[in-house]
């Protein structure tokens, strides 16, 4: 059974950088792309940033591009997202995801297993 557990979010101002993290167990990174999402009150879920487990190959929203990295720690089953110069606009819940197909992680598709989520709230 594939299950997520993010960590890290915080109240945090603008500016400043965060790191979440996110342990992963019952699958193997390898075959699978891993994902952050957040969500806001009222809001469809959106991509954040995706990574291929086969080729460490990413993909960035627009909005996060330059701010935010992904990455993974095979050896800890650990998937990071570090976010830095946080804007109040990037206060959501984010979500860890993961997906079996490794086609379309671009388009932020195929993620059917969530994490629980964590709250990061960025003040002005």
């Known amino acids: 059974e594939v299950q997520l557990v993010e960590s890290g979010g915080a109240l945090v101002q603008a500016g400043g950088s965060l790191r979440l993290s996110c342990a992963a167990s019952?699958?193997?990174?390898?075959?699978?792309?891993l994902g952050w999402f957040r969500q806001v009150p009222g809001a469809r879920r959106e991509g954040v940033a995706t990574i291929s487990g086969s080729d460490g190959s990413t993909h960035y929203a627009d909005a996060v591009k330059g701010r935010f990295t992904i990455s993974i720690d095979n050896a800890k089953s650990m998937v990071y997202l570090q976010m830095n110069s946080l804007k109040v606009e990037d206060t959501a819940v984010y979500y860890c995801a993961a997906s079996d197909r490794l086609a379309r992680l671009d388009e932020f598709l195929g993620f059917e297993s969530w994490g629980q989520g964590t709250q990061v709230t960025v003040s002005s």
């Open positions: 019952g699958f193997s990174f390898d075959r699978y792309g």
